[in-house]
């Protein structure tokens, strides 16, 4: 049966449902699952949470752990990436020092200066992963949720041979989102959707057999307190004629015209600095107790939304299923956006691996906007691995959010400085 390694394991919340999903499939019984981490102590828990998951659950699933990928990655059939570099207090400097040039970024992940500070800080490190899976486990599958996800995936795809995708649940979140918008089952809704991680465009939306946008858009301009969540969202969505995904937050970043003075940094849209989070303490502390006591462990075994496991198994199985959201080369599937650039897009997955489909051309505004994104991803690519500072104020002023030559060279210099430890490309 399947090997799947699950890098970053001691994001115990993430992973406590990977774990569970893995347990509660039938088709992965008799399959190990390696957890690896370098912080000991929370790899240790989760690995202990793990076991007794798989007792309590009687499931014929072996789990082993190890700070050393080297020791886990022979064999292996999947690598799920979950990986951050630097943890809560390195999010906070990427969140906290733009502000004081008068950057607000609600999540600070995927573009902007915090994305491309935590992209210099992450991208190497994926590649030197890429690099031991192609000597101990060639034939695997990199599936990466580690933000910037485009970004991730872009550079394991130039720098190594090993097969890649990146997952994000947010087209599915929104896709719930806009069904509880509209009161329907979320089983009767169907999306068309492509774009980028974190700012993918619904094209088609459907409700049953009706026109789902149609739907939204008669709703929406009847005005109301449950447009609020959704401000940005739909201001783009009458502009473009198709919606942006995956929520205001992430949206918003792209489009810094909603986070500026005018827009009294965000507050006018219900948008401000996001706090960066890290592992939720009473949580912790709960679990560690219940995994002492061997007490509460059947409340562990409930499955993520995260699909990610659904297509190992369907990759394993003898049938094919399309999935809505998957970043992959732009292979033609979308025909004026750039070859090769990572994009997010509908993809066939079977027993003959991942397959991205057609969509054909996307309305051009989208496609401009989609087209700088790319330009400034493979900027910030660049950038990380070669610890070229020109590139990488090239990358910074490539982004809308910063509006000057002195305040990206400034900006840069205090950000490398903060993050020394975990860049040293930029060493001069």
Known sequence: MSKIVIMGAGSIVFSRGLI????LTEELQGS????CDIDAEALDLITQLAKSMARHAGADVNIESSTDR???LPNADYVIQTIAIGGKSA???DLDIPKKYGIIQPVGDSVGPGGISRAFRLLPVVVDICRDMEKLCPDAWLLNYSNPNSCVVTAAHQYSKIKVIGLCHGLLGTQHALANYLGVPFGETRVLAAGVNHLNWILDFRVGDQDGLQMVREKMQKGGPENDPFKVTFMLFDIYGAIPAPGDRHVAEFFPHFLNQAADYGKKY???LMRAYGQDQEYW?????DVEEDTNIDQYLRKSGEEVIDIIVTMEGLES???DAINLPNYGFVTNLPEGAILEVPAVVGPFGIRGMSIGALPSGIASVLSGIIRLQQLTVDAAMT??????VQAMLADPMVSSVEIAKAMLDELIEAHAKHLPQFKS
């Open 285 to 289: 502390a709960k679990i560690k107790q």
């Open 270 to 272: 219900g948008l401000g």
């Open 91 to 93: 999010w906070e400097k």
């Open 20 to 23: 569970a999903n893995i347990i």
């Open 32 to 35: 190990t699952v390696a957890l």
């Open 387 to 392: 610890g070229d500072r020109n590139l990488a």
């Open 70 to 72: 080297r020791e886990l």
């Open 321 to 323: 299923k399309v999935f």
